[in-house]
């Protein structure tokens, strides 16, 4: 056998691995991903890697029906604004945190609902290329495969609300004693004002700032219930 021959031999077993090892990469993190759509997570990624000290987290699912919409309002102000135009990457905001960090500002995130949902239930906190690339990948199967109203049902179920506490549910019991869908725009907008970092910002104990980050929540919330899209959410 000739040397060119030879090598693409070599060429169509190299390609051969990688489309194997794509296929069986792909039907995996299908797996992981399409059961969603109809059944509810029993835990995530965070949960199982917990080290709050909190044994076992404290979680509790609750369908969107019971979880109401001034949680989802207030989330989706906090972290997400154009949660319903994208396909799981906000490049305006990315854009956005790039220009302020250019300009002196501190680099502030730009993870849409959905990355942070695909890192919540799959991947690890931290920052490196390959969570993030991991990130990516679950982020576009998870646009792909789930409606957003699922996707949002599901990230507000098993969002990180305090050390060892996960999903506005509980949250909702543990810091004001109601079910989450009897706890007004304050309340709602307590818990989002958490979200960038719950094992220091405490709901149940604001500081100035959490307060001062409730406050713009609320303004922002009242915004989003006049174009009334929420309730509307595929």
Same mark, same amino acid.
Not at 15 to 26: G, K, N, Q, S, V
């Given at each position: ?56 987290? @404290? !979680?509790?699912?609750? /369908?969107?029906?019971? =979880? +109401?919409?001034?949680? *989802?309002?207030?989330?989706? &102000? ?95 019991? @543990? !810091?004001?004693?109601? /079910?989450?869908?009897? =706890? +007004?725009?304050?309340? *709602?907008?307590?818990?989002? &004002? ?41």
């Amino acid at each position: 056998m000739s040397a060119k021959k030879t090598q693409k031999s070599g060429f169509r077993r190299i390609l051969r691995c990688t489309m194997f090892i794509f296929i069986i990469w792909l039907t995996i993190s299908l797996a992981l991903v399409v059961p969603l759509r109809w059944i509810d997570p029993v835990t995530s990624a965070f949960m199982l890697l917990d080290d709050s000290g909190r044994e076992p987290p @404290l !979680y509790e699912w609750a /369908d969107w029906q019971d =979880i +109401g919409i001034a949680p *989802a309002l207030a989330v989706v &102000a906090a972290e997400d604004q154009r949660f319903a135009d994208h396909f799981g990457f906000d490049f305006k905001s990315m854009q956005d945190a790039v220009r302020d960090s250019e300009r002196g500002e501190r680099l502030r995130g730009a993870s849409t609902i959905t990355q942070q949902l695909a890192k919540n239930l799959y991947l690890w906190s931290g920052r490196s290329y390959v969570r993030k690339g991991l990130e990516a990948w679950f982020t576009v199967l998870l646009e792909a495969c789930l409606p957003k109203k699922r996707i949002l049902e599901i990230y507000l179920n098993v969002v990180e609300l305090g050390p060892g506490v996960y999903g506005i549910p509980v949250a909702s019991r @543990l !810091y004001f004693g109601r /079910d989450p869908s009897r =706890i +007004g725009d304050g309340q *709602a907008a307590l818990l989002a &004002a958490v979200l960038p970092n719950p094992h220091t910002l405490q709901a149940d104990r604001p500081s100035d700032y959490v307060r001062e980050r409730q406050r713009w929540i609320v303004g922002q919330m009242q915004r989003l219930r006049r174009e009334q899209w929420i309730l509307n959410l595929d």
